[in-house]
């Protein structure tokens, strides 16, 4: 079954202690992101990847870092969280950066939900 | 500054009538417009899509239109079936490579039985 998985589901941590959120896609995909969603603003692009070694900011890198040394997994790591990054992530997957007719499915992880006291 | 608009937040059908939700966007150079849908504890999945070039796409009960004078789309569900109670999120992408989509705020639809 094509799949983006992520870990973990729900995250409550406090203020400057790092974490990892991990995804991984299973549909050999190359191209990867980090989305946050906040009430009022709907899902905005934090990081993406055009493939392995390859990453680039979205439009909310801020607090954010990514890597991504294998194909399937995108890794999203806040160094030093703070409570404005309290949200709900999603870590996308696509064929190709290019929403086409065929692989215009890009497809999410079911997000994290993340809190930051 | 919010390039893709959804204005309205909800809204509530009675079943087997037509739901229609609105989208409005800013930047023309977008070429490619696409409908998500959200159930609660779930990521977004895809719904339908339409490029630029066109005015309408049709894949059974959606339908979605596209005026790119006015810069809307809007998607059609008909009939409407409490199964599709969700937030839907349109979005859109550039003529860019970096594959990135700009969402709109989402409208939580809502289909009575």
């Known amino acids: 079954e094509a799949q983006v998985t992520q870990n973990p589901r729900y995250l409550i941590t406090v203020t400057g202690k790092k974490l990892t959120v991990t995804c991984s896609q299973n549909m050999n995909h190359e191209y990867m992101s980090w989305y946050r969603q906040d009430p009022g603003l709907g899902l905005r692009q934090i990081y993406y990847?055009?493939?392995?070694?390859?990453?680039d900011k979205g439009d909310v890198p801020e607090g954010y870092k990514v890597s991504r040394k294998e194909k399937r997994n995108f890794p999203l790591i806040l160094e030093s969280p703070s409570p404005n990054q309290t949200s709900l992530y999603f870590c996308?997957?696509?064929?190709?950066?290019?929403?086409?007719?065929?692989?215009?499915?890009?497809?999410f992880g079911p997000g994290t939900r993340l809190t930051v006291t | 500054d919010q390039q893709v608009k959804q204005n309205s937040p909800s809204l509530s059908v009675q079943e087997g009538r037509i739901s229609i939700l609105n989208c409005d966007y800013t930047n023309s150079m977008f070429d490619y417009f696409l409908w998500y849908k959200k159930y609660p504890a779930e990521g977004p999945t895809f719904l339908i899509s339409?490029?630029?070039?066109?005015d309408k796409n049709e894949d059974g009960r959606f339908t979605v239109f596209l005026n790119k004078s006015a810069k809307h789309l809007s998607l059609h569900i008909v009939p409407s079936q409490p199964g599709d109670s969700a937030v839907y999120f349109c979005?859109?992408?550039?003529?860019?490579?970096?594959?990135?989509?700009?969402f709109g705020q989402g409208t939580t639809l809502q289909v009575k039985p």
């Open positions: 996308a997957s696509s064929l190709s950066n290019r929403p086409t007719n065929r692989g215009r499915s890009t497809y």
């Open positions: 990847s055009m493939n392995v070694e390859v990453t």
């Open positions: 979005a859109a992408s550039d003529s860019g490579n970096t594959g990135k989509l700009i």
């Open positions: 339409i490029s630029s070039i066109k």
